[in-house]
């Protein structure tokens, strides 16, 4: 007993007290953590699957919200770690005698890392550096330092670590047996910066250190993803085939033998052999979920041998094919996205697919800046071409003769049907197949329930067909109170077509009959020929709306193409047409200087001279003549709109101040100083408004009908002038239907009417920075990132039982936050809703981490209807103001702008 006692001290550093502390903390302590920790990855490794769009990783270290799953584990092993220095660690001048308290300081730095808590994680690596020199596991942290930095996206910080340590790995100095992990944290902090040339030298090295089996076939997947991504696809094919001999991962072998035919070229590949091989695939039923993948690499095998249409068709097919893979939804959208853009200059289309793609990714992915910024400008540039394509058709359309218009009109009605019908036989030989299988099935004793992909299939094709349905009776029905129950399963065989029963085929007799209901029918229904019709230009008056929204357009898409896109000849043909169609419009101005400026750098001095005659010529006094003039012209119109935009702003905050008098002033400030400018109906606007307040009326619609006389149609801020108009002829009851549908013009609430004004920008073609707010109930809420905060669970407590979720939500924190104390609180919020408070949070980013996790399928409320509770996090300043006013709607909104689109997010 008394040797036992003498050996428990940590305060003599004798060999008895080591071997003691030594043995007791490794098979005691340690031990225990470490396969706590090995748990953790390889639970965090199985749940978070590998992209196989982007470059892998050498590791898979998961996301934040991932990490949350394991908890549980990383904290028991940060428990153990903590436990074991705690316990056993000798530490006498300046060096520790307990090999394995210097493992257990390493222990909790890794569980921390896996955790996504990197500062703790360096702070920790740091203490093991200063203090264990020398050690093996002082080296481990360094790298894992590094890693920690990485983590964080400070790749180049982490890459002078890295470096320094293979300097010092070269000298001796360094653990020679963590070099495999040495040079793939390089290669982790290389990959994302795309130093291939360096990436690919480390992964060589790696390659030599002698790797696991997995960490072999991993890098040389890496290798030939890079070497692809390069163009160097004869290489890449190579470190695939590596791949393929060492994996035992599946999805690996697939994507490597995917990616092997995506490299086909017109000298290596066998075109033949190859489409063999994909479609093969594509039959194999276990790799249906993996169609979108195939079709993918199909699309770039075929860009490798000059193919781009069938490239792009294949494409276009992986994209419908990844609803659920948004990955593979982004990468294939992205690259058919950038073949119309740069091979066809099919700006529309690669408009949709960068728009698919956009809602997909964030600003971690590669490249992101430079995709947003094109989309930006495509988006800007297919809302005018997009305006000019269809304003040129229904002004041809229109101008057909009536029995011409109703005759294309029937079939394309007749057609449709014709495609609807085919879609439902389709369906029903597909559901019939289905069925049989599911027969045949249950003749072999196999009953239908038991067989997990038939009930799959048959549970997303129900889905597909009626979505989400309760499990009630007449469940078929989305509106029960429509109908008596009497009549309710009559009609249900075979809901009735519009017209009648539809054809299969598109006859005469089908275009005929359809003609006769030329001007009948639903406008909003295609199968009535109103639906064609309704937009449709049948005045001189809304024709020439058009071709004034035509003309603004084409000044638009030409600038956009020329200064934006970089595409002169196409910018050209925009300007030439607005010059030939348009000739009389004051716009025509923008055009001729537009035309001047690219001649000029082009060298066409004879066309260039010809433009600039017509801008000095026909509009000597015009601001783009004085451009030709004085070049330093430009400096005074950018200082005239700075001002325009600031007196814009201070006009709209004192509207909302209600100070109508400084209104009018500030107005006729602006007329008198800048008589015949563009932004004057905007400030007219407010003007009107003001007075409207001050029950001048009939002075608000003088200056109303001005500006619907003057401006141009297609000016945004001529709706908002017509619908005030219309409210005051009314007598205040009415307002113009082109707002009412977008709930513009209430006509009780003319502020709601000043604020949707106020965003429009005071430029035809240059945006003004928004003046979007909160609501006033929003705005009493203040967003304060470093302050405590609580989360709330809002439940209706009619669904939900308050008490028992209090429990399990204590639970959970029990489970994955028994280090952080949280407690949860019950208080009642209103007579239908409880309100569950946690706390308390140090900050809003801890708060929202835990809201995030709360909504994750290990969360209590993963069983609970998402209609029957809210969650989200608040301030204690916010707190006690949302609990006395009870305006969840408030809160909700101040919550999505505030804490969703800040820099905290989910």
Same mark, same amino acid.
């Given at each position: 007993?008394?040797?036992?006692?003498?050996?428990?001290?940590?305060?003599?550093?004798?060999?008895?007290?080591?071997?003691?502390?030594?043995?007791?903390?490794?098979?005691?302590?340690?031990?225990?953590?470490?396969?706590?920790?090995?748990?953790?990855?390889?639970?965090?490794?199985?749940?978070?699957?590998?992209?196989?769009?982007?470059?892998?990783?050498?590791?898979?270290?998961?996301?934040?919200?991932?990490?949350?799953?394991?908890?549980?584990?990383?904290?028991?092993?940060?428990?153990?770690?903590?436990?074991?220095?705690?316990?056993?660690?000798?530490?006498?001048?300046?060096?520790?005698?307990?090999?394995?308290?210097?493992?257990?300081?390493?222990?909790?730095?890794?569980?921390?890392?896996?955790?996504?808590?990197?500062?703790?994680?360096?702070?920790?690596?740091?203490?093991?550096?200063?203090?264990?020199?020398?050690?093996?596991?002082?080296?481990?942290?360094?790298?894992?330092?590094?890693?920690?930095?990485?983590?964080?996206?400070?790749?180049?910080?982490?890459?002078?670590?890295?470096?320094?340590?293979?300097?010092?790995?070269?000298?001796?100095?360094?653990?020679?047996?963590?070099?495999?992990?040495?040079?793939?944290?390089?290669?982790?902090?290389?990959?994302?910066?795309?130093?291939?040339?360096?990436?690919?030298?480390?992964?060589?090295?790696?390659?030599?250190?002698?790797?696991?089996?997995?960490?072999?076939?991993?890098?040389?997947?890496?290798?030939?993803?890079?070497?692809?991504?390069?163009?160097?696809?004869?290489?890449?094919?190579?470190?695939?085939?590596?791949?393929?001999?060492?994996?035992?991962?599946?999805?690996?072998?697939?994507?490597? &033998?995917?990616?092997?035919?995506?490299?086909?070229? %017109?000298?290596? #590949?066998? +075109? $033949?052999?190859? !489409? =063999?091989?994909?479609?093969?695939?594509?039959?194999?039923?276990?790799?249906?979920?993996?169609?979108?993948?195939?079709?993918?690499?199909?699309?770039?095998?075929?860009?490798?041998?000059?193919?781009?249409?069938?490239?792009?068709?294949?494409?276009?097919?992986?994209?419908?094919?990844?609803?659920?893979?948004?990955?593979?939804?982004?990468?294939?959208?992205?690259?058919?996205?950038?073949?119309?853009?740069?091979?066809?200059?099919?700006?529309?289309?690669?408009?949709?697919?960068?728009?698919?793609?956009?809602?997909?990714?964030?600003?971690?992915?590669?490249?992101?800046?430079?995709?947003?910024?094109?989309?930006?400008?495509?988006?800007?540039?297919?809302?005018?071409? &997009?305006?000019?394509?269809?304003?040129?058709?229904? %002004?041809?359309? #229109?101008? +057909? $003769?009536?029995? !011409? =218009?109703?005759?294309?009109?029937?079939?394309?009605?007749?057609?449709?049907?014709?495609?609807?019908?085919?879609?439902?036989?389709?369906?029903?030989?597909?559901?019939?197949?289905?069925?049989?299988?599911?027969?045949?099935?249950?003749?072999?004793?196999?009953?239908?329930?038991?067989?997990?992909?038939?009930?799959?299939?048959?549970?997303?094709?129900?889905?597909?067909?009626?979505?989400?349905?309760?499990?009630?009776?007449?469940?078929?029905?989305?509106?029960?109170?429509?109908?008596?129950?009497?009549?309710?399963?009559?009609?249900?065989?075979?809901?009735?077509?519009?017209?009648?029963?539809?054809?299969?085929?598109?006859?005469?007799?089908?275009?005929?009959?359809?003609?006769?209901?030329?001007?009948?029918?639903?406008?909003?229904?295609?199968?009535?020929?109103?639906?064609?019709?309704?937009?449709?230009?049948?005045?001189?008056?809304?024709?020439?709306?058009?071709?004034?929204?035509?003309?603004?357009?084409?000044?638009?898409?030409?600038?956009?193409?020329?200064?934006?896109?970089?595409?002169?000849?196409?910018?050209?043909?925009?300007?030439?047409?607005?010059?030939?169609?348009?000739?009389?419009?004051?716009?025509?101005?923008?055009?001729?200087?537009?035309?001047?400026?690219?001649?000029?750098?082009?060298?066409?001095?004879?066309?260039?001279?010809?433009?600039?005659?017509?801008?000095?010529?026909?509009?000597?006094?015009?601001?783009?003549?004085?451009?030709?003039?004085?070049?330093?012209?430009?400096?005074?119109?950018?200082?005239?709109?700075?001002?325009?935009?600031?007196?814009?702003?201070?006009?709209?905050?004192?509207?909302?101040?209600?100070?109508?008098?400084?209104?009018?002033?500030?107005?006729?400030?602006?007329?008198?100083?800048?008589?015949?400018?563009?932004?004057?109906?905007?400030?007219?606007?407010?003007?009107?408004?003001?007075?409207?307040?001050?029950?001048?009326?009939?002075?608000?619609?003088?200056?109303?009908?001005?500006?619907?006389?003057?401006?141009?149609?297609?000016?945004?801020?001529?709706?908002?002038?017509?619908?005030?108009?219309?409210?005051?002829?009314?007598?205040?009851?009415?307002?113009?239907?082109?707002?009412?549908?977008?709930?513009?013009?209430?006509?009780?609430?003319?502020?709601?009417?000043?604020?949707?004004?106020?965003?429009?920008?005071?430029?035809?073609?240059?945006?003004?920075?928004?003046?979007?707010?909160?609501?006033?109930?929003?705005?009493?809420?203040?967003?304060?990132?470093?302050?405590?905060?609580?989360?709330?669970?809002?439940?209706?407590?009619?669904?939900?039982?308050?008490?028992?979720?209090?429990?399990?939500?204590?639970?959970?924190?029990?489970?994955?936050?028994?280090?952080?104390?949280?407690?949860?609180?019950?208080?009642?919020?209103?007579?239908?809703?409880?309100?569950?408070?946690?706390?308390?949070?140090?900050?809003?980013?801890?708060?929202?981490?835990?809201?995030?996790?709360?909504?994750?399928?290990?969360?209590?409320?993963?069983?609970?209807?998402?209609?029957?509770?809210?969650?989200?996090?608040?301030?204690?300043?916010?707190?006690?103001?949302?609990?006395?006013?009870?305006?969840?709607?408030?809160?909700?909104?101040?919550?999505?702008?505030?804490?969703?689109?800040?820099?905290?997010?989910?």
């Amino acid at each position: 007993m008394l040797l036992a006692s003498v050996s428990c001290s940590t305060q003599k550093a004798k060999w008895a007290n080591i071997a003691f502390h030594n043995t007791t903390a490794h098979y005691n302590v340690w031990w225990n953590g470490n396969e706590s920790l090995r748990e953790g990855i390889t639970k965090l490794e199985q749940s978070e699957p590998d992209d196989y769009t982007r470059i892998l990783p050498p590791y898979r270290l998961g996301t934040k919200e991932s990490a949350m799953a394991v908890y549980p584990e990383l904290d028991r092993a940060t428990e153990k770690g903590i436990k074991g220095i705690k316990k056993h660690s000798i530490f006498l001048k300046g060096r520790e005698y307990v090999a394995y308290v210097r493992k257990c300081y390493l222990l909790t730095a890794q569980a921390s890392f896996y955790k996504h808590d990197f500062v703790t994680a360096e702070g920790t690596c740091q203490v093991m550096i200063n203090q264990y020199a020398g050690t093996a596991e002082a080296d481990a942290s360094a790298i894992l330092k590094a890693r920690c930095a990485t983590a964080e996206r400070r790749y180049a910080e982490a890459e002078t670590e890295l470096d320094a340590l293979v300097v010092s790995l070269g000298k001796g100095t360094f653990d020679r047996s963590q070099a495999t992990d040495l040079y793939m944290a390089l290669l982790e902090a290389l990959i994302p910066q795309e130093k291939y040339k360096k990436a690919v030298q480390f992964a060589k090295l790696a390659l030599d250190a002698k790797p696991s089996r997995q960490q072999r076939a991993r890098l040389n997947f890496i290798l030939g993803q890079i070497y692809q991504s390069v163009g160097k696809r004869p290489v890449a094919v190579k470190y695939y085939e590596a791949a393929l001999s060492k994996t035992g991962e599946y999805a690996m072998e697939f994507n490597a &033998r995917l990616n092997i035919a995506s490299c086909a070229d %017109l000298e290596h #590949a066998n +075109l $033949p052999q190859l !489409e =063999r091989q994909m479609e093969r695939m594509l039959k194999d039923h276990k790799n249906d979920e993996y169609h979108d993948q195939i079709y993918y690499a199909m699309g770039e095998m075929y860009m490798g041998v000059k193919d781009a249409k069938k490239a792009c068709d294949n494409f276009a097919r992986s994209v419908t094919a990844a609803g659920r893979n948004p990955a593979q939804r982004a990468r294939s959208a992205l690259r058919l996205a950038g073949i119309q853009y740069e091979l066809y200059e099919n700006y529309d289309m690669a408009q949709r697919y960068y728009d698919t793609a956009m809602s997909v990714i964030g600003p971690d992915y590669p490249r992101y800046r430079e995709l947003k910024s094109r989309y930006d400008i495509l988006t800007s540039l297919v809302r005018y071409t &997009r305006t000019i394509e269809r304003n040129d058709s229904l %002004l041809a359309f #229109a101008a +057909l $003769p009536a029995s !011409e =218009r109703d005759t294309l009109i029937a079939r394309r009605i007749a057609n449709l049907k014709a495609a609807e019908a085919a879609e439902r036989e389709r369906e029903l030989i597909r559901q019939a197949t289905v069925e049989n299988a599911a027969a045949r099935n249950t003749l072999q004793g196999d009953w239908y329930f038991y067989n997990t992909n038939t009930v799959q299939q048959g549970s997303q094709t129900f889905r597909q067909r009626w979505g989400t349905r309760a499990l009630e009776d007449y469940w078929f029905l989305s509106k029960k109170g429509l109908l008596g129950t009497g009549s309710l399963i009559a009609g249900m065989e075979t809901p009735p077509q519009p017209d009648g029963e539809a054809s299969g085929e598109s006859s005469d007799k089908d275009v005929a009959d359809t003609a006769v209901l030329s001007s009948h029918g639903n406008p909003d229904d295609p199968h009535y020929p109103a639906y064609y019709l309704k937009d449709l230009p049948s005045t001189a008056q809304q024709r020439d709306s058009m071709h004034s929204e035509t003309a603004i357009a084409l000044l638009g898409a030409g600038y956009i193409l020329y200064d934006g896109l970089k595409n002169t000849q196409r910018a050209v043909e925009h300007y030439l047409r607005m010059t030939t169609d348009y000739p009389d419009r004051d716009e025509v101005v923008q055009a001729f200087y537009m035309l001047y400026r690219i001649y000029t750098r082009m060298g066409n001095t004879p066309s260039a001279d010809y433009y600039r005659n017509m801008v000095l010529m026909g509009f000597p006094d015009s601001d783009f003549a004085n451009l030709i003039r004085d070049e330093n012209y430009y400096r005074q119109l950018l200082q005239r709109d700075q001002i325009l935009n600031e007196q814009y702003a201070d006009l709209y905050d004192t509207y909302r101040r209600g100070r109508y008098r400084s209104v009018l002033a500030l107005s006729r400030e602006v007329s008198s100083t800048y008589p015949g400018h563009t932004a004057l109906a905007r400030f007219q606007f407010f003007e009107a408004l003001a007075l409207v307040q001050m029950d001048s009326t009939s002075q608000a619609e003088q200056l109303l009908e001005g500006i619907v006389a003057t401006r141009s149609a297609s000016d945004s801020i001529v709706p908002f002038a017509r619908s005030l108009l219309q409210y005051l002829r009314d007598g205040g009851r009415g307002a113009d239907n082109a707002l009412q549908s977008e709930s513009v013009a209430d006509p009780l609430n003319l502020e709601q009417l000043a604020g949707r004004a106020a965003q429009q920008p005071l430029s035809q073609f240059n945006d003004v920075p928004g003046l979007t707010e909160l609501s006033p109930e929003a705005q009493l809420f203040r967003y304060r990132e470093n302050m405590q905060h609580y989360v709330v669970v809002l439940l209706n407590n009619k669904q939900i039982r308050a008490t028992e979720l209090r429990y399990q939500i204590a639970n959970f924190n029990s489970r994955y936050y028994s280090n952080k104390g949280y407690k949860v609180n019950p208080l009642l919020f209103t007579d239908t809703i409880q309100m569950l408070t946690i706390h308390r949070f140090i900050t809003a980013a801890e708060a929202m981490d835990y809201r995030t996790h709360l909504l994750r399928p290990e969360s209590p409320l993963s069983q609970m209807d998402p209609a029957e509770y809210q969650v989200f996090p608040i301030s204690t300043q916010n707190y006690a103001t949302f609990y006395n006013r009870k305006n969840i709607e408030a809160y909700n909104e101040f919550f999505e702008h505030s804490y969703k689109s800040s820099s905290v997010k989910q």
